[in-house]
């Protein structure tokens, strides 16, 4: 069956008034769709904003995203690390960190996250010339630097001149027949 020219252009703009869509505007609350062709926001911001709320898990995902769209460069590698620093991971954060600085020896937050994990880890002698690099290359700008470097010495410091701890003085007693039990005074 064939209609009228008019007939037809009138059903179809009867069926674009439906609400099935058609040509019907947005209502306001329905969410725009996906621009694919824009570009999404960088790993890097996101991640550290996912930082600055302690969701570390997801700003690892987002520095992950940030490498493979940059590639593994000081910045992403120093990022890597220290979201693995606050998750823990303290060997994988070293690890990371020890690249950003291989990529560029002059990263100052790479240099002070590395600090950090290895205070963590007991290695105050080594988290303090780190940290003398990193408040060096910062030119003592940095407020919390100056403070790691200050912990970092104390701790040092004090681990070389505390006096050595007391060997327990060990017993050895004997149980039954022929049994003996290694017992320490403290």
Known sequence: MQYP?????????????QPTGGLVASDGRTPPGIDSRADGEDGL?????????????????????????????ADVLSALGSANLHLGRLGQAEDLLRQAIKRDPTFVPALNNLGVVL???????????????AFALDSGETDSIRENLRLAIAESESAVYTAPKEKPDFTLVRRGQGRFVLLSQF
């Open 5 to 17: 020219p008019a007939l037809a252009a009138g059903l179809i703009l009867l069926a674009a008034c």
């Open 45 to 73: 911001i996101v991640g550290h904003r996912l930082m600055d709320a302690g969701e570390y898990e997801l700003a690892l995902k987002a520095y992950m995203r940030a490498a493979a769209q940059q590639g593994l460069n």
């Open 119 to 133: 205070m963590e880890q007991g290695k105050a002698g080594e988290a303090r010339r780190i940290f003398q690099q």
